[in-house]
């Protein structure tokens, strides 16, 4: 048997994620004014209702700090029952209560709104951590791991792909193949799945003729300036204009109506013109700092559903936030993803924020202890572990995180002892 002793929460997690959240309001706001002002004649308009989610996104924060993570392995089921129904409510209700920018992912009822892709990434990642970590040894079966796996996979972005959302199903993709690789998935199972999920990807593409065109100007974003290349072209005037140290904050030129969305999806752009590059390494630095701590967390986690928890949530964050700076660099065609914890969106900040919290909760409770084993050896040997687990994944079918290994360890080992 394992015991955890409830340590302090990881600071340094925190002070990456409040400073992302910070830098995100100043940039909502300097970003946004001119926009704000011309669709409703009120500057601030969006950076109020983007301080109201960080509100409540920092109201979350705290409760899912406090609240132990194992609480919501209870409601797991419930919370995915809950999300699936969310979106079809995006297919059944009217296109004007939750169409925007053609994709319909919207609720909206009167000034409130809510987006339920964005609150399906946290939903999902719970469920799945939940249920890998109870499949066990069944995880490498198809039968009973990667057939229920991609059936539940299937059914929610096939939802969010209904609402013609390719960017958010992408990210739901990767997500639970990150949590699942994590959990011990056979290895030729993630490759077979991986070649459907891109062939899947691929037909979506030709059968688009938008998203062909996004791939068009992804190659020459120049060449179809007066289309599909109008934002990333855009996005690069902005990026180059702000050199080493940037225009100043406020300064900025390309937010003045010229770079379309550049309060949510190219706010990166305008970052990088404020503050240069100077300002764009430091924000990529916070999500270094996020995915290091959150896999640390990860790793040092002796419950097998803390781990996978840790692993979902950072995936995500991290992932997430790369696609949109490569989108913004035009490495990427441009997808409608937000920056988490920086562009306007006010579930996005707070289920992001929320998802932050969990990861802290799941902080306090890292380092196995056990009867005569102090807790200081025991933290030395997990993060030796993980580290050796992770330099030969390629050669272990079992679980790649320490502490998802430590627990199938120990339930083997006391079947052999009932046996005997």
């Not at 940039?27 to 209702?49: H, P």
């Not at 129904?85 to 319909?104: Q, V, W």
């Not at 913004?328 to 006010?346: E, K, N, Q, R």
């Not at 929320?354 to 933290?379: C, D, F, K, M």
Request: proline share 3%; glycine share 10%.
């Amino acid at each position: 048997m394992t015991e955890t002793r409830q340590r302090k929460p990881d600071y340094l997690l925190l002070a990456a994620v409040g400073t992302l959240v910070l830098l995100g309001l100043v940039m909502v706001y300097s970003a946004s004014f001119m926009r704000a002002y011309a669709d409703t004649g009120d500057q601030l308009y969006y950076t109020w209702r983007q301080m109201n989610a960080a509100v409540i996104g920092a109201v979350a924060l705290l409760a899912a700090h406090r609240i132990d993570y194992r609480v919501w392995r209870r409601f797991s089921v419930h919370l995915m029952a809950g999300t699936l129904f969310l979106l079809a409510l995006t297919l059944i209700l009217p296109a004007s209560m939750t169409e925007a920018n053609g994709a319909r992912s919207w609720i909206r009822i009167g000034a409130f709104s809510v987006q339920p892709s964005e609150i399906a990434k946290l939903t999902m990642v719970i469920y799945f951590a939940d249920w890998l970590s109870r499949r066990g040894e069944k995880l490498t079966n198809v039968t009973y791991g990667l057939a229920p796996f991609a059936l539940m996979l299937g059914v929610v972005c096939g939802l969010v792909m209904l609402g013609r959302d390719l960017g958010t199903t992408i990210v739901l993709v990767v997500i639970a193949g990150m949590v699942y690789f994590a959990a011990g998935a056979n290895l030729l199972h993630i490759i077979g799945a991986a070649i459907v999920a891109g062939s899947a990807f691929w037909g979506l593409i030709n059968i688009a003729a938008y998203r062909q065109e996004r791939i068009a100007a992804w190659i020459d974003p120049f060449a179809h300036y007066q289309g599909a290349g109008y934002q990333p072209v855009h996005a690069l005037y902005a990026l180059g204009s702000g050199g080493l140290f940037g225009v100043g904050i406020g300064q900025a030129r390309q937010k003045f109506f010229w770079l379309p969305e550049a309060h949510t999806d190219a706010i990166f752009a305008i970052i990088g013109e404020e503050f240069g590059l100077i300002g764009t390494l430091f924000v990529v630095t916070c999500f270094l700092v996020i995915a290091y701590r959150g896999m640390r967390i990860a790793g040092r986690s002796s419950d097998p559903f803390a781990a996978l928890l840790a692993t979902g949530i950072t995936c995500w964050l991290v992932f997430q936030a790369l696609i949109n700076i490569a989108v913004v660099t035009t490495l990427l065609p441009f997808t409608g993803l937000t920056l988490p914890f920086i562009s306007y969106g006010g579930t996005s900040l707070a289920a992001c924020m929320a998802a932050a919290g969990i990861l802290l909760n799941i902080s306090r409770h890292t380092g196995a202890t056990s009867p005569g084993v102090s807790y200081e050896t025991v933290t030395r040997s997990g993060r030796s572990e993980s580290f050796a687990r992770l330099a030969g994944w390629w050669r272990n079918r079992g679980p790649r995180l320490s502490g998802v290994g430590r627990r199938r360890g120990a339930q083997r080992a006391w079947g052999a002892i009932r046996r005997r």
